[in-house]
């Protein structure tokens, strides 16, 4: 299984960037998807998760009404819309594909992770 992200970049405080996160390979059909991202210097972790079918979502407090995660029902390509993006924000962001159906915020759920994309929001 390889996860393929990309829609990182450098932008200014206020502005938007949407990730895009490609999963190919055989996985778990129901299998949740989610985001997590490394800060500089600091422990990876948790952003957003998605179920299945896209109609159950979990998002960390920092980031709720600014990040949307998004996914096609069944579909194994997943999508952070980040608005109003500060520079808090800027991390290496990684996608991730848990072992089941259960949402989580832990890492240690998730059984593949893509190579990472940086996100860099400068005031």
């Known amino acids: 299984v390889q996860l393929q992200a990309s829609g990182g970049g450098s932008v200014q405080a206020g502005d938007s960037l949407r990730l895009s996160c490609a999963a190919s390979g055989r996985i778990y059909s129901s299998a949740v998807m989610a985001w997590f991202r490394q800060p500089p210097g600091k422990e990876r972790e948790f952003v957003a998760s998605?179920?299945?079918?896209?109609?159950?979502?979990t998002y960390t407090e920092s980031v709720k009404g600014r990040f949307t995660i998004s996914r096609a029902r069944g579909q194994s390509t997943v999508y952070l819309q980040m608005n109003s993006l500060q520079p808090e924000d800027t991390a290496v962001y990684y996608c991730?594909?848990?072992?089941?159906?259960?949402?989580?915020?832990?890492?240690?759920?998730?059984?593949?992770w893509g190579q990472g994309t940086q996100v860099t929001v400068s005031s």
């Open positions: 998605i179920n299945w079918s896209g109609g159950s979502t």
């Open positions: 991730a594909v848990a072992r089941g159906s259960t949402a989580s915020t832990d890492s240690a759920s998730y059984i593949y």
